[in-house]
């Protein structure tokens, strides 16, 4: 699944509490402007979101998100390393460059980034 893209950048802003310049909300990518929509290591990185989130279900991938950075935020204690440590986001941006990532990616692959 590609994500249906939306540039707004009030939505992006709300949804990532003015903290990222694209956000996945299933099945939305938001982004911020149209150049970042077409920016393929970014859009890349929000499908592979797309994609976690749909092997959890959705809403399971919400709920193990917030409760991954809340651990993660009392153990960095600052939002950018919590954020980074997340493992959707560690598999997001390991594998963001590679276009035909999602192809191959075998389910659950989140769980090799968790550490």
Avoid at 3 to 21: D, E, H, P
Avoid at 85 to 93: D, L, M
């Amino acid at each position: 699944m590609k994500g249906k893209v939306v540039v707004s950048a009030f939505l992006t802003n709300l949804f990532s509490l003015g903290r990222a310049s694209a956000v996945t909300i299933f099945p939305f990518i938001f982004v911020q402007n149209k150049i970042l929509a077409k920016d393929e290591d970014l859009m890349n990185h929000e499908r592979i979101h797309i994609a976690q989130a749909l092997e959890l279900l959705v809403f399971p991938f919400y709920v193990l998100y917030c409760m991954e950075f809340l651990v993660r935020l009392v153990y960095y204690r600052k939002v950018e390393e919590a954020y980074l440590n997340i493992s959707f986001e560690r598999e997001a941006y390991a594998k963001q460059s590679d276009p035909y990532y999602l192809l191959t990616r075998k389910i659950w692959s989140f769980k090799k980034y968790y550490r």
